[in-house]
């Protein structure tokens, strides 16, 4: 997939320092110290409950984090909306339920959000999304509504319209964990090419062969905190914690 724009290499794409976060009195994340270079991949697995989700939805302030500096291509993110709406900008997100409008068609889902936010002309934008619904494989579907489509259709088209605004970041949450098994593999396929043509991703997912092939680096949290950060064949062959190998032998 073409990623027009080539970031800054001297800054992180991604840092975030010394994170805390509560629900109430709940502490969802613990001291998170992570930074993510641009081009890199990141796959996170861990518990149900373990803060996951909640620390790649601090990146575009989805959550609020309250202790520590969350940096996105080195601009701070803070309570400023216009800077959070820049930000936010550059970070493309796929969640597990697809999220697209279902009133909307296909190509409609997609032209939305770069008409409306980026201003592209209705014309340059359609382009764009018909290009990038042939980058996931499904231009022919372009007319039709999601209620149309099958569950690995729609998240194909939840990628496809995440990169119509070109992100220099895309996060991903679990986004097959709620697809039947069939479909798994086409949107892990596209995610794949994606990783391989540079994008830097962070993808919450338990699909462990995807992480063996697509990630530079694999983290396991638990309760809230980063327990382990390790190259795949370290992770799945040797890895450093006790917690980290529990967690392995229930799911592999
Ligand atoms: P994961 O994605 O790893 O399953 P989450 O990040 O969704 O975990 O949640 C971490 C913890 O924070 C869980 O215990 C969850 O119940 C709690 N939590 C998440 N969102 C909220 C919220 N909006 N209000 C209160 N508690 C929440
Ligand atoms: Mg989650």
Redesign the pocket.
Known sequence: MTIARSPDPNVAAIEMVAVNKW??A?H?LRDIDLTVANGEKIVIC?P????????IRCVNRLETHQGGKIFVEGKELTSDLRRVERIRRDVGMVFQHFNLFPHLTILENCVLAPVRVLKLAPEKARSIALHYLSKVHIPEQADKYPGQLSGGQQQRVAIARALCMNPKIMLFDEPTSSLDPEMVKEVLDVMAELAREGMTMIC?THEMGFARRAADRIIF?DAGAIVEVSRPAEFFDAPKHQRTRRFLDKIL
Not at 48 to 55: E, H, M, R
């Open positions: 629900f109430g709940f969802a861990g149900s409950g373990s803060g996951k989700s909640t620390l919450v949290m």
